[in-house]
């Protein structure tokens, strides 16, 4: 079964209220909004009244909210390798600490 | 911002009057110029900030250094679980085939030292070579200074004649870039003023943010590839 993945790409604002509806329906409500539906012909034909506004694109499956999201993260690029026991700074931290 | 000032105050009182309370052995000149230059060491702008009391243990550590100040106890310190946790370990690679130009050219990059790096930390990119200090837009959890970080995220890696260009990341394997958290930066405070119109009521709002600082201790070029590469 596959899903057509539906991006709302231009906004519904001073659009009539049909198309508002139909961008309801498809549970559209934010610019760059993504949702999933499966491919069939009611939502074929939804898709077909508001394509001046959405991009669509067919997918095997639909994602979840956190997988959608973590397209649009970058990749954090470090990890850390080591604790800083016994090094320059932290051994002058321990030092202060005792001081006191 | 406050509570930070005092403390620093009361860290460096003791050191400022040194050179004043003993006024016989120095000429006038001489202490005149101590006390000019003593304002001048205090930096206001960029501050370094301990990390090590959380903000939930600030009030219970100044109330004991003040009351108990000649019974020197170590103040205790709770280890405050920090909400993100690091990763500790390299994340899992798919290893790709190289270009056999970068197989071929890669000795003559690592022959040329002093090699610059753009690594990307959180999407961001930073040109750096070894030894630069860099202060991260953010305050990272979950480091103390000391703390090693493996960089595994680089656009581009170069040396005076070559440059090997990711597309868009440069393979892992082929380098090591390593940097040390050395500290937290503190910035001046801003103010911003919340005003509506036709009123006379202004607001205040202060913040002050804290970044992480790195030093870059490592940037090596990896000479043996992996033979399945």
């Known amino acids: ?100 | 911002m406050s509570r930070a000032l005092l403390r620093s105050v009361l860290e460096l009182r003791p050191a400022v009057p040194r050179p004043i309370a003993s006024p016989r052995i120095l000429p006038a000149t001489q202490i005149r110029a101590l006390q000019t230059q003593t304002p001048r060491q205090f930096n206001p702008t960029a501050q370094f900030v301990d990390p090590q009391p959380r903000p939930s243990q600030l009030p219970e550590q100044s109330t004991s250094s003040l009351s108990s100040s000649s019974q020197r106890e170590p103040p205790k310190q709770k280890p405050n679980p920090p909400r993100v946790r690091l990763p500790t370990t390299p994340p899992e690679i798919t290893p790709q085939k190289l270009d056999p130009s970068v197989k071929s050219l890669l000795p003559l990059l690592a022959a040329q030292p002093a090699h610059y790096i753009t690594i990307h930390i959180h999407g961001r990119p930073y040109l750096v070579t070894e030894g630069d200090a860099v202060r991260l837009p953010f305050l990272m959890p979950d480091v103390q200074p000391g703390d090693v970080l493996r960089l595994n995220r680089a656009s581009t890696l170069g040396s005076r004649d070559f440059t090997l260009k990711g597309s868009p990341w440069v393979d892992e394997r082929l380098f090591e870039c390593r940097a040390v958290v050395t500290g937290t930066e503190q910035e001046p405070v801003r103010v911003m003023i919340k005003k509506k119109r036709r009123c006379r009521r202004k607001k205040h709002v202060f913040s002050q943010h804290r970044y992480t600082t790195l030093t870059i201790s490592e940037v090596k070029v990896v000479t043996e590839v992996p033979e399945d590469a």
């Open chain 1, 1 to 100: 079964m596959s899903w057509f993945r539906i991006t709302l790409h231009r906004s519904a604002i001073g659009l009539p209220e049909r198309t508002r509806g139909v961008l309801a329906a498809l549970g559209l409500r934010r610019r760059s909004q993504v949702v999933f539906h499966p491919v069939s012909p009611q939502f074929a034909g939804m898709i077909m009244k508001v394509k001046e506004l959405v991009r669509v694109e067919e997918v095997a499956r639909p994602l979840s909210r956190a997988e959608v999201k973590a397209e649009r993260t970058p990749e954090r690029g470090f990890w850390l390798e080591r604790r800083g026991t016994g090094g320059l700074e932290a051994g002058k931290e321990g030092e202060k600490v005792g001081e006191l």
